[in-house]
Protein backbone atom coordinates (compact mmCIF):
# COMPACT_ATOMS: atom_id res chain seq x y z
CA UNK A 1 0.00 0.00 0.00
CA UNK A 2 2.03 2.39 0.63
CA UNK A 3 5.47 2.79 -1.86
CA UNK A 4 8.60 3.49 -0.57
CA UNK A 5 10.93 3.02 -3.82
CA UNK A 6 11.71 6.45 -4.54
CA UNK A 7 10.85 10.03 -3.59
CA UNK A 8 10.09 11.34 -6.79
CA UNK A 9 7.12 13.34 -5.70
CA UNK A 10 9.99 15.83 -3.85
CA UNK A 11 10.70 17.19 -7.31
CA UNK A 12 7.24 18.83 -7.83
CA UNK A 13 6.82 19.11 -4.02
CA UNK A 14 7.85 21.80 -1.55
CA UNK A 15 9.25 20.49 1.77
CA UNK A 16 7.69 22.47 4.58
CA UNK A 17 10.02 24.02 6.95
CA UNK A 18 10.32 23.05 10.50
CA UNK A 19 9.46 26.62 12.00
CA UNK A 20 5.86 25.04 10.57
CA UNK A 21 5.99 22.38 13.35
CA UNK A 22 4.40 24.90 16.16
CA UNK A 23 0.79 24.72 14.88
CA UNK A 24 0.92 21.24 15.07
CA UNK A 25 1.74 18.49 17.78
CA UNK A 26 1.21 14.98 17.11
CA UNK A 27 4.63 13.17 17.43
CA UNK A 28 5.78 9.99 16.84
CA UNK A 29 9.05 8.77 18.93
CA UNK A 30 10.37 6.10 17.76
CA UNK A 31 12.69 4.01 20.46
CA UNK A 32 15.87 1.82 19.01
CA UNK A 33 16.95 -0.87 21.63
CA UNK A 34 20.27 0.48 21.39
CA UNK A 35 18.70 3.77 22.99
CA UNK A 36 16.75 1.51 25.83
CA UNK A 37 19.36 -0.73 26.85
CA UNK A 38 22.87 2.11 26.41
CA UNK A 39 24.14 0.00 24.70
CA UNK A 40 24.39 -2.66 27.01
CA UNK A 41 22.87 -6.42 26.97
CA UNK A 42 20.39 -4.89 29.15
CA UNK A 43 17.48 -2.40 28.94
CA UNK A 44 17.63 0.13 31.24
CA UNK A 45 15.67 1.44 33.68
CA UNK A 46 17.29 4.97 34.18
CA UNK A 47 17.25 5.31 30.61
CA UNK A 48 13.29 4.62 30.20
CA UNK A 49 12.48 6.54 33.07
CA UNK A 50 14.74 9.49 31.78
CA UNK A 51 12.68 8.69 28.24
CA UNK A 52 9.67 8.83 30.32
CA UNK A 53 9.74 11.72 32.00
CA UNK A 54 11.06 13.61 28.55
CA UNK A 55 7.73 12.33 27.01
CA UNK A 56 5.55 13.27 30.21
CA UNK A 57 7.31 17.11 29.96
CA UNK A 58 5.74 16.99 26.52
CA UNK A 59 2.39 15.12 27.13
CA UNK A 60 2.15 18.25 29.81
CA UNK A 61 3.05 20.64 26.88
CA UNK A 62 -0.30 18.85 24.75
CA UNK A 63 1.74 17.88 22.48
CA UNK A 64 0.05 14.15 21.58
CA UNK A 65 2.62 11.57 21.78
CA UNK A 66 3.10 7.85 20.15
CA UNK A 67 5.50 5.67 20.89
CA UNK A 68 7.36 3.09 18.82
CA UNK A 69 9.27 0.69 21.14
CA UNK A 70 11.88 -1.61 20.11
CA UNK A 71 13.41 -3.70 22.88
CA UNK A 72 10.72 -7.08 23.37
CA UNK A 73 13.58 -9.40 21.95
CA UNK A 74 16.61 -7.95 24.46
CA UNK A 75 13.97 -7.89 26.91
CA UNK A 76 13.45 -11.85 26.67
CA UNK A 77 17.33 -12.79 26.13
CA UNK A 78 17.21 -11.00 29.11
CA UNK A 79 15.04 -12.49 31.34
CA UNK A 80 15.59 -16.02 30.49
CA UNK A 81 18.96 -15.06 31.56
CA UNK A 82 20.91 -15.11 28.39
CA UNK A 83 20.26 -18.55 27.00
CA UNK A 84 21.75 -20.82 23.55
CA UNK A 85 19.01 -21.00 21.38
CA UNK A 86 18.74 -22.34 17.98
CA UNK A 87 18.98 -19.51 15.42
CA UNK A 88 15.49 -20.70 14.55
CA UNK A 89 12.50 -17.97 13.66
CA UNK A 90 10.29 -20.10 16.53
CA UNK A 91 13.62 -19.19 19.02
CA UNK A 92 13.41 -15.31 18.50
CA UNK A 93 9.22 -15.35 18.63
CA UNK A 94 9.55 -16.72 22.06
CA UNK A 95 12.09 -14.73 23.09
CA UNK A 96 9.65 -11.83 21.66
CA UNK A 97 6.71 -13.38 23.68
CA UNK A 98 8.62 -13.11 27.36
CA UNK A 99 10.28 -9.67 26.53
CA UNK A 100 7.19 -7.77 24.90
CA UNK A 101 5.30 -8.11 28.13
CA UNK A 102 8.20 -7.47 30.41
CA UNK A 103 8.88 -4.54 27.91
CA UNK A 104 5.59 -3.07 28.31
CA UNK A 105 5.42 -3.90 32.08
CA UNK A 106 8.27 -1.41 32.32
CA UNK A 107 7.04 1.43 30.32
CA UNK A 108 3.54 1.29 32.26
CA UNK A 109 5.29 1.45 35.33
CA UNK A 110 7.82 4.57 34.16
CA UNK A 111 4.80 6.55 32.73
CA UNK A 112 2.47 5.85 35.75
CA UNK A 113 5.47 7.27 37.57
CA UNK A 114 4.12 10.89 35.49
CA UNK A 115 0.46 9.72 35.95
CA UNK A 116 -0.08 8.92 31.90
CA UNK A 117 -1.80 5.78 31.02
CA UNK A 118 -0.73 3.84 28.02
CA UNK A 119 -1.76 1.35 25.72
CA UNK A 120 -0.53 -1.24 24.28
CA UNK A 121 -0.94 -2.00 20.34
CA UNK A 122 1.10 -4.29 18.77
CA UNK A 123 0.64 -3.96 14.59
CA UNK A 124 2.18 -6.90 11.62
CA UNK A 125 2.10 -5.72 7.51
CA UNK A 126 -1.29 -7.40 7.99
CA UNK A 127 -2.80 -4.88 10.19
CA UNK A 128 -2.14 -2.27 7.54
CA UNK A 129 -2.56 -3.39 3.82
CA UNK A 130 -5.62 -3.92 3.56
CA UNK A 131 -7.43 -0.84 3.83
CA UNK A 132 -10.21 -2.20 6.08
CA UNK A 133 -7.65 -3.38 8.84
CA UNK A 134 -5.85 0.15 8.22
CA UNK A 135 -8.90 1.92 9.44
CA UNK A 136 -9.45 -0.56 12.47
CA UNK A 137 -5.66 0.62 13.73
CA UNK A 138 -5.98 3.77 12.31
CA UNK A 139 -9.63 4.35 14.46
CA UNK A 140 -7.73 2.53 17.13
CA UNK A 141 -4.91 4.82 17.57
CA UNK A 142 -7.39 7.89 17.11
CA UNK A 143 -9.51 6.88 20.38
CA UNK A 144 -6.35 6.60 22.52
CA UNK A 145 -4.54 9.79 21.30
CA UNK A 146 -8.64 11.37 22.13
CA UNK A 147 -8.55 10.46 25.22
CA UNK A 148 -5.09 10.98 26.43
CA UNK A 149 -3.69 7.40 26.09
CA UNK A 150 0.06 7.17 24.84
CA UNK A 151 -0.25 4.32 22.73
CA UNK A 152 3.22 2.32 23.02
CA UNK A 153 3.87 0.24 19.23
CA UNK A 154 6.33 -2.60 18.71
CA UNK A 155 5.51 -5.09 16.10
CA UNK A 156 3.66 -7.94 17.00
CA UNK A 157 6.94 -10.39 16.73
CA UNK A 158 5.26 -13.25 18.64
CA UNK A 159 3.40 -14.24 15.63
CA UNK A 160 4.53 -11.82 12.65
CA UNK A 161 6.05 -14.53 10.10
CA UNK A 162 8.27 -13.35 6.86
CA UNK A 163 5.52 -12.59 4.79
CA UNK A 164 3.51 -10.26 7.40
CA UNK A 165 6.45 -8.93 9.29
CA UNK A 166 7.39 -5.77 8.93
CA UNK A 167 10.52 -6.60 10.27
CA UNK A 168 12.26 -3.17 11.36
CA UNK A 169 10.93 -0.64 13.87
CA UNK A 170 12.11 2.37 11.45
CA UNK A 171 9.34 1.10 8.73
CA UNK A 172 6.98 0.47 11.75
CA UNK A 173 7.32 4.27 13.29
CA UNK A 174 6.71 5.07 10.02
CA UNK A 175 3.57 3.53 9.24
CA UNK A 176 2.36 4.77 12.83
CA UNK A 177 3.17 8.21 11.12
CA UNK A 178 0.96 7.81 8.56
CA UNK A 179 -1.29 5.84 10.33
CA UNK A 180 -2.04 9.00 12.97
CA UNK A 181 -1.45 12.10 10.09
CA UNK A 182 1.53 13.05 12.76
CA UNK A 183 3.04 16.03 12.33
CA UNK A 184 7.05 14.64 13.35
CA UNK A 185 8.60 11.19 13.77
CA UNK A 186 11.77 11.68 16.13
CA UNK A 187 14.28 8.52 15.24
CA UNK A 188 16.00 7.82 18.22
CA UNK A 189 19.40 6.17 17.50
CA UNK A 190 23.01 5.63 19.17
CA UNK A 191 23.88 7.93 16.38
CA UNK A 192 24.18 11.75 15.97
CA UNK A 193 22.17 11.08 12.43
CA UNK A 194 23.30 10.91 9.26
CA UNK A 195 26.68 11.74 8.32
CA UNK A 196 28.62 12.31 4.96
CA UNK A 197 30.77 9.37 5.58
CA UNK A 198 30.96 6.43 8.32
CA UNK A 199 32.58 9.03 10.68
CA UNK A 200 34.26 5.93 12.19
CA UNK A 201 36.08 5.50 9.26
CA UNK A 202 36.51 8.43 8.52
CA UNK A 203 37.14 10.93 10.96
CA UNK A 204 36.10 14.34 9.18
CA UNK A 205 33.03 13.18 8.26
CA UNK A 206 30.22 15.71 9.01
CA UNK A 207 26.61 15.37 10.13
CA UNK A 208 24.00 16.04 7.81
CA UNK A 209 22.01 18.34 9.42
CA UNK A 210 18.89 18.71 6.64
CA UNK A 211 18.10 16.48 3.78
CA UNK A 212 15.79 17.40 1.52
CA UNK A 213 16.29 15.35 -1.49
CA UNK A 214 16.79 11.82 -1.01
CA UNK A 215 18.49 10.02 -3.51
CA UNK A 216 20.42 6.61 -4.36
CA UNK A 217 23.40 9.06 -3.51
CA UNK A 218 22.05 9.18 0.12
CA UNK A 219 20.56 6.07 -0.06
CA UNK A 220 24.69 4.57 -1.11
CA UNK A 221 25.73 6.54 1.93
CA UNK A 222 23.61 4.67 4.52
CA UNK A 223 23.62 1.66 3.56
CA UNK A 224 27.82 1.88 3.23
CA UNK A 225 27.36 2.99 6.66
CA UNK A 226 25.36 -0.21 7.64
CA UNK A 227 27.69 -2.77 6.24
CA UNK A 228 30.76 -0.79 7.27
CA UNK A 229 31.08 -0.96 10.75
CA UNK A 230 27.83 -2.33 12.04
CA UNK A 231 27.07 1.45 13.05
CA UNK A 232 23.33 0.07 11.99
CA UNK A 233 20.16 0.42 10.07
CA UNK A 234 20.94 3.62 8.79
CA UNK A 235 19.52 3.07 5.81
CA UNK A 236 16.22 1.76 7.41
CA UNK A 237 15.67 4.97 8.85
CA UNK A 238 16.41 6.64 5.16
CA UNK A 239 12.98 4.46 4.22
CA UNK A 240 11.15 5.33 6.95
CA UNK A 241 11.79 8.97 6.19
CA UNK A 242 10.90 8.59 2.78
CA UNK A 243 7.61 7.54 3.67
CA UNK A 244 6.50 9.05 6.30
CA UNK A 245 7.67 12.61 5.09
CA UNK A 246 5.46 11.78 2.02
CA UNK A 247 2.50 11.75 4.03
CA UNK A 248 3.48 15.41 5.92
CA UNK A 249 5.52 13.67 8.58
CA UNK A 250 9.10 15.86 9.51
CA UNK A 251 11.19 13.50 10.12
CA UNK A 252 14.48 13.91 13.03
CA UNK A 253 17.25 11.61 13.23
CA UNK A 254 19.38 11.74 16.66
CA UNK A 255 20.65 10.08 19.06
CA UNK A 256 19.05 9.22 22.14
CA UNK A 257 21.86 9.83 24.86
CA UNK A 258 21.72 13.61 23.94
CA UNK A 259 20.70 15.07 27.48
CA UNK A 260 16.54 15.78 27.07
CA UNK A 261 17.12 15.24 23.71
CA UNK A 262 13.23 14.95 22.99
CA UNK A 263 12.11 17.96 25.08
CA UNK A 264 14.82 20.03 22.93
CA UNK A 265 14.30 18.94 19.62
CA UNK A 266 10.39 20.02 19.90
CA UNK A 267 12.04 23.31 21.31
CA UNK A 268 13.76 23.92 18.47
CA UNK A 269 17.00 22.89 18.84
CA UNK A 270 19.06 21.38 15.80
CA UNK A 271 20.04 18.23 16.93
CA UNK A 272 20.57 15.54 14.50
CA UNK A 273 19.35 14.85 10.70
CA UNK A 274 16.46 16.51 9.98
CA UNK A 275 14.29 15.40 6.80
CA UNK A 276 11.22 17.96 6.40
CA UNK A 277 8.14 17.01 5.11
CA UNK A 278 7.08 17.12 1.66
CA UNK A 279 4.13 19.14 1.43
CA UNK A 280 1.21 17.06 -0.77
CA UNK A 281 -0.26 15.56 2.34
CA UNK A 282 -3.88 15.80 0.91
CA UNK A 283 -2.82 15.03 -2.50
CA UNK A 284 -0.85 11.87 -1.21
CA UNK A 285 -4.17 10.98 0.41
CA UNK A 286 -6.17 11.62 -2.79
CA UNK A 287 -3.83 9.70 -4.76
CA UNK A 288 -4.13 6.83 -2.44
CA UNK A 289 -7.94 6.89 -2.87
CA UNK A 290 -7.48 6.81 -6.68
CA UNK A 291 -5.18 4.27 -6.66
CA UNK A 292 -7.19 1.65 -4.86
CA UNK A 293 -9.31 -1.11 -7.26
CA UNK A 294 -12.82 0.76 -7.34
CA UNK A 295 -15.48 -1.19 -6.00
CA UNK A 296 -18.76 -1.57 -8.97
CA UNK A 297 -20.28 -0.32 -5.65
CA UNK A 298 -22.03 2.90 -5.32
CA UNK A 299 -23.58 5.03 -2.68
CA UNK A 300 -26.44 7.31 -3.86
CA UNK A 301 -27.23 10.23 -2.04
CA UNK A 302 -29.36 13.05 -2.00
CA UNK A 303 -28.22 17.12 -2.92
CA UNK A 304 -28.13 17.93 1.01
CA UNK A 305 -25.47 15.53 1.03
CA UNK A 306 -24.20 16.78 -1.93
CA UNK A 307 -23.65 20.02 -1.70
CA UNK A 308 -22.24 19.29 1.74
CA UNK A 309 -19.28 17.08 0.43
CA UNK A 310 -18.61 19.56 -3.17
CA UNK A 311 -18.84 22.73 -0.97
CA UNK A 312 -18.59 22.43 2.46
CA UNK A 313 -15.46 20.24 3.04
CA UNK A 314 -18.05 17.60 5.41
CA UNK A 315 -17.64 14.23 5.66
CA UNK A 316 -20.50 12.17 4.65
CA UNK A 317 -23.20 11.22 6.66
CA UNK A 318 -25.56 8.38 7.12
CA UNK A 319 -28.60 10.74 6.72
CA UNK A 320 -27.54 11.81 3.12
CA UNK A 321 -27.54 8.14 2.08
CA UNK A 322 -30.62 7.35 -0.07
CA UNK A 323 -29.51 3.82 -1.35
CA UNK A 324 -27.13 1.35 -1.78
CA UNK A 325 -26.35 -0.60 -5.07
CA UNK A 326 -23.75 -3.22 -5.25
CA UNK A 327 -21.66 -5.00 -2.21
CA UNK A 328 -18.84 -3.53 -0.81
CA UNK A 329 -16.43 -3.92 2.39
CA UNK A 330 -15.45 -2.11 4.88
CA UNK A 331 -12.37 -0.14 3.71
CA UNK A 332 -12.97 -0.55 -0.08
CA UNK A 333 -13.15 2.61 -2.41
CA UNK A 334 -16.63 3.40 -3.47
CA UNK A 335 -18.53 5.71 -5.84
CA UNK A 336 -20.94 8.25 -4.28
CA UNK A 337 -23.33 8.70 -7.12
CA UNK A 338 -26.39 11.56 -7.60
CA UNK A 339 -30.09 10.78 -7.97
CA UNK A 340 -29.67 10.91 -11.56
CA UNK A 341 -26.67 8.17 -11.79
CA UNK A 342 -23.84 10.63 -12.55
CA UNK A 343 -21.00 10.03 -10.33
CA UNK A 344 -19.26 12.94 -8.25
CA UNK A 345 -17.11 11.70 -6.01
CA UNK A 346 -14.87 8.73 -4.22
CA UNK A 347 -14.15 7.74 -1.07
CA UNK A 348 -13.08 4.97 1.13
CA UNK A 349 -16.73 3.16 3.03
CA UNK A 350 -16.71 2.89 6.45
CA UNK A 351 -18.74 0.65 6.53
CA UNK A 352 -19.63 -2.62 4.57
CA UNK A 353 -22.68 -2.24 2.06
CA UNK A 354 -25.17 -4.19 3.86
CA UNK A 355 -24.78 -2.09 6.85
CA UNK A 356 -24.65 1.41 5.20
CA UNK A 357 -28.24 -0.21 3.80
CA UNK A 358 -29.35 -0.48 7.40
CA UNK A 359 -28.25 3.03 8.57
CA UNK A 360 -29.14 5.05 5.69
CA UNK A 361 -31.61 7.88 5.89
CA UNK A 362 -31.17 8.18 9.50
CA UNK A 363 -29.09 10.12 11.89
CA UNK A 364 -25.62 9.27 13.06
CA UNK A 365 -27.08 9.19 16.64
CA UNK A 366 -28.97 5.61 16.04
CA UNK A 367 -26.22 3.55 14.18
CA UNK A 368 -25.40 1.95 17.38
CA UNK A 369 -28.98 1.11 18.02
CA UNK A 370 -29.34 0.10 14.55
CA UNK A 371 -26.11 -1.89 14.13
CA UNK A 372 -25.61 -2.91 17.20
CA UNK A 373 -22.21 -1.22 17.07
CA UNK A 374 -20.63 1.75 15.95
CA UNK A 375 -17.51 2.67 13.71
CA UNK A 376 -18.50 6.19 14.13
CA UNK A 377 -20.52 9.00 12.70
CA UNK A 378 -19.27 9.06 9.10
CA UNK A 379 -20.00 6.90 6.14
CA UNK A 380 -17.33 8.55 4.61
CA UNK A 381 -14.68 10.61 5.91
CA UNK A 382 -13.83 14.16 4.16
CA UNK A 383 -9.92 12.92 4.41
CA UNK A 384 -10.81 9.39 2.34
CA UNK A 385 -12.28 11.29 -0.15
CA UNK A 386 -12.12 12.90 -3.47
CA UNK A 387 -14.46 15.07 -5.89
CA UNK A 388 -14.06 14.65 -9.54
N1 LIG B 1 10.49 -5.38 17.23
C1 LIG B 1 11.85 -5.71 17.62
C2 LIG B 1 11.93 -5.88 19.14
O1 LIG B 1 11.11 -5.36 19.86
C3 LIG B 1 12.83 -4.63 17.23
C4 LIG B 1 12.92 -4.29 15.77
C5 LIG B 1 13.81 -3.07 15.56
O2 LIG B 1 14.48 -2.64 16.49
O3 LIG B 1 13.83 -2.52 14.47
O4 LIG B 1 12.85 -6.51 19.63
Redesign the pocket.
Known sequence: MINQTTDSVQSTASVRRFGELQAHRRVVIKL??SVLTGGTRRLSPPQMVDIARQCAELYHRGYELIVC??????AGRERLGFPELPATVASKQML?AV??SR?MLMWERFFEIYGIHVGQILLTHGDVESRHRFLNAQDTLHTLIENHIVPII??N?AVATEEIKI????N?SALVAVLTSADLLILLTDQAGLFTADPRETPNAKLITEVDVIDDKLRALAGGSRSGLGVG?MI?KIEAATVARRAGTHVIITDGKIPNVLVRVLQGENLGTHIPAIDTPPENRKRWVLAGAVNSGHIVVDAGARHALCHRGRSLLSAGIVAIEGEFDRGDTVSIIETNGLEFARGIARYPSQDMDRIKGHHSDAIPDILGYTYGVVAIHRNDLILL
Open positions: GTTSGAVAAGQLNEDGDNDLGT
